[in-house]
């Protein structure tokens, strides 16, 4: 199993996107950090990469110029090429990483479920600038102040009235949710029915009773939007109800698919963890290598080389946790166990590096500003979101045993 | 051996515990925002003898007899319970004022406490990296250049006790220009930078040349930042056992969850056990035991690792909640950032002072 070099193209990638982190993230990251402020001007630039805000729908080809084989036994790129690219930009700063990749939250479950006519509503929405003059971007609407973790326990409904249907209820810890062109919203439509009630609907920004809610003050990833939605009554078509039963053979568009899709996009937020840690080892790195503490070098104490050492270690095995876990998604394999283990591993190796090369920096790091001090506040979402370190072992158990330990 | 606390200490713990539940945590968050502590503070904390409790009593403080660091862990455990970053202004003097009540000659001991008894601050300063340079100036004192901080409470401080090179100097700030900077950690404690050029120090401001009396004073400090940091990882469980019994996940509070209940109870003995080490690093410099400024370095070197856990743990708890700052752990686990970095890496000063004897 090669996982790194069977395509120069992820090569390529690696070389494009590291340098784009390198020379166009970096000299700005601080600065958003400390402003909370999107970098819109960055991510019109990024889209002449590929970086676009459909990208997700787009496939491969608009970053790489090379479409997926349409043979769909043979084996893809897309996995390994994303947490190959998510791995560079986090590197860069994960906040300005998740700006980018924000959207493609919400286009995932478009391009998983949604018919060819959605597809094309989501871009058409995300065509062109917002009233401020920003490119347009998308949000995935699914988690509600009462339901982090247990993502069945939706209260925002959807009723059916006519051709329509009327979605009320509140979200929370939303990317984009107050500047979003577009939200894919999820709403339980048949309460009986549980999970297979829980159906995702498209929202277009100005629809009345859409109201974006409060922008959240975070510990991290602050370069990120993240923000409170609102649903008063929202009248939708029918026809934006994701997979919609009209159309034979399609996905189903339900919670279960919702859950194949976290299980797909685990490997690039782990990829992410990966990128956080390895910014703060290099960084460490870099002052080691010629810096002296008493008179001696700093490469030449075990206090710090071996705590070096370790990072390197920790690092690399989650970066193959998370290649493996890509790699079997792109050869159709199932890898709901290695992707939680990739999940739940980067977090744990991106919040331990992190932590320890504060430790290590002292009073140097406590400066504002300090990449070291930003990477430490960045990296504790990555046991939170997208399923928490819990939720990871939780299903890891369940793998094992088929219970679910409480 | 006796743990029970006296009733003098039981009736400072009762005092400081309300000021800090009703106090200084209502206080924390819009400080926290503000990047400074609120008006009230010097009033109300100057009324509960803070501020001039290591100042001596002929010199207008209220400290009459030995101090007492043991009834300052206990309070200081207390003080990180309420607000880290309220609590190191609050307790930014003892160092200083202590140091030059001992050491230090009637000029210090004058320049100092006038500024304190007045409602000045001082701070204490550790040169640990060594970026400050020292010049003789011929008199027997010193001409100090290079960078001073970040340090709490130097945006406003009249005096620095500088620790360095084993040596004590008593730096006046009057005239230096200071920057202030709002580091993500005790933001309301005035953080600031300063840089000296030939900064002049006089012979009878060069407070102590005994390296004794660094380890000493560094101890005080290492004792107090370990019993505070004990304080605040307890606050950070209380906030998540709170948050846990009430928050339903998966049709159960996730506080009856085992993964959530160990994090909570792991996080909780490691708060006692730094709170111990705290106190007994704290009677040993009371009782001048040989072990003292061990003791003071380990305590540290545990509350630091316990504080940087337990905080971590209580985001953890609180999900999504944690990471946003509408509930106080988000900002508890900013602040425990400097109780492992402020004075420079505990474990590595730890190494290299042992590898220096074998």
Redesign the interface.
């Known amino acids: 199993m090669d996982l790194f070099h069977d395509s120069p193209l992820l090569t390529g990638v690696r070389q494009m996107l590291g340098g784009f982190a390198q020379h166009q993230i970096r000299p700005i990251a601080i600065q958003h950090d400390q402003e909370e402020s999107m970098p819109w001007e960055l991510m019109r630039t990024a889209q002449k990469l590929g970086l676009s805000q459909t990208a997700v729908l787009d496939g491969r080809k608009k970053l790489t110029g090379v479409a997926e084989d349409p043979d769909p036994t043979k084996p893809k790129s897309q996995g390994r090429l994303a947490v190959i690219g998510s791995e560079e930009l986090a590197f860069g700063c994960a906040g300005i990483c998740l700006a980018l990749g924000g959207s493609g939250l919400a286009a995932s479950p478009v391009a998983r479920m949604g018919t060819e006519e959605q597809k094309a509503e989501f871009k058409r929405l995300l065509a062109g600038d917002d009233e401020k003059g920003h490119i347009k971007v998308a949000a995935m609407a699914l988690?509600e102040p009462?339901?982090?973790?247990?993502i069945s326990?939706l209260t925002t409904t959807a009723t059916r009235d006519g051709e329509h249907w009327i979605i009320r209820g509140s979200k929370?810890?939303i990317t984009n949710g107050q500047s979003a062109a577009v939200y894919v919203v999820w709403a339980q439509t048949e309460p009986a029915a549980g999970r297979a009630g829980v159906r995702g609907f498209l929202v277009a920004r100005g629809t009345p009773g859409l109201v974006p809610g409060r922008k959240?003050?975070?510990?991290?990833i602050r370069a990120s939007e993240?923000a409170q939605v609102h649903f008063e009554d929202v009248r939708v078509h029918k026809d934006m109800m994701l997979g919609s039963p009209a159309v034979p053979g399609e996905a189903s568009g339900g919670l279960a698919d919702t859950k194949k899709m976290l299980d797909s996009t685990r490997p690039v937020v782990a990829a992410q963890g990966v990128g956080i840690a390895r910014a703060a080892y290099e960084f460490l790195l870099d002052r080691v290598r010629g810096g002296s503490?008493?008179g001696t070098p700093m490469a030449s104490?075990q206090?710090?080389m071996f705590e070096l050492a370790d990072m390197q270690m920790e690092i690399t095995a989650a970066r193959l946790l998370t290649h493996r876990a890509a790699w079997l998604a792109d050869h159709h394999q199932e890898n709901v166990a290695e992707a939680s283990m990739a999940k739940a591993y980067a977090a744990k190796v991106a919040?331990a590096v992190t932590?320890r090369a504060?430790?290590?920096?002292?009073?140097?790091?406590?400066?504002?500003g300090h990449p070291v001090?930003k990477w430490?506040?960045d990296a504790?979402?990555y046991?939170?979101?997208e399923g928490?370190?819990?939720i990871q072992?939780r299903i890891l158990s369940r793998q094992l045993t088929g219970m679910?330990?409480? | 051996m006796d743990f029970a606390l006296d009733d003098d200490q039981q009736m400072i713990v009762d005092t400081i515990r309300r000021f800090a539940d009703r106090d200084l945590r209502g206080w924390a968050a819009d400080a926290d925002r503000a990047g400074a502590p609120p008006d009230r503070l010097a009033h109300v904390a100057g009324e509960l003898g803070f501020f001039t409790d290591a100042v001596p009593a002929d010199a207008g403080g209220q400290l009459e007899a030995a101090y007492s660091h043991a009834t300052r862990a206990l309070r200081g455990f207390e003080l990180g319970r309420g607000c880290p970053g309220l609590a190191a202004l609050l307790e930014t003097n003892v160092e200083p004022a202590l140091a030059v009540g001992r050491w230090g000659s009637p000029a210090a001991k004058a320049s100092l406490f006038a500024s304190l008894t007045a409602g000045g601050l001082a701070a204490l300063a550790h040169d640990?990296?060594?970026t400050l340079s020292v010049d003789a100036d011929g008199a027997g004192g010193a001409r100090l250049t290079g960078p001073l901080g970040?340090l709490p409470a130097l945006a406003i401080a009249s005096h620095v006790l500088l620790a360095k090179d084993g040596v004590l100097y008593l730096l006046d700030l009057a005239g230096v220009a200071r920057i202030a900077?709002?580091?993500?950690?005790w933001r309301a404690a005035r953080w600031a930078?300063a840089e000296l050029t030939a900064h002049a120090v006089a012979a009878d401001h060069v407070v102590s040349r005994d390296p004794a009396a660094v380890a000493e004073v560094l101890a005080w400090a290492r004792a107090s930042l370990a019993a505070r940091a004990a304080g605040v990882a307890t606050a950070a469980m209380e906030h998540a056992e709170r948050y846990a019994a009430e928050r339903?996940?998966?049709g159960?509070p996730i506080g009856?969850?085992?993964?959530?209940i160990r994090l909570r109870d792991d996080a909780l003995t490691g708060a006692a056990a730094a709170r111990l080490m705290a106190l007994h690093a704290a009677w040993a410099l009371d009782t001048h035991h040989p072990s003292a400024h061990d003791a003071a370095s380990r305590a540290r070197v545990l509350a630091?690792d316990v504080v940087?856990r337990a905080t971590?743990d209580a985001?953890?708890i609180f999900?999504?909640?944690?990471?946003?700052?509408?509930y106080p752990v988000?900002k508890l686990?900013?602040d425990a950032?400097?109780f492992?970095?402020?004075?420079?890496?505990e474990?590595?000063g730890r190494?290299?002072a042992q590898k220096a004897v074998i």
Do not use: C
């Open positions: 988690s009462a339901t982090g973790s247990d326990g929370q810890w959240e003050t975070k510990l991290g993240t503490l008493h104490h206090h710090i919040q932590t504060m430790v290590l920096l002292g009073e140097e790091a406590l400066a504002p001090d430490y506040r504790k979402i046991d939170i979101f928490t370190g819990q072992r679910n330990p409480t | 640990s990296r060594g970040p900077v709002a580091p993500s950690s930078t339903v996940q998966f159960q009856r969850f085992e993964s959530l630091g940087t971590i985001v953890q999900g999504g909640y944690g990471f946003v700052n509408d988000e686990m900013r950032r400097p492992e970095a402020l004075h420079g890496d474990r590595l190494v290299l």
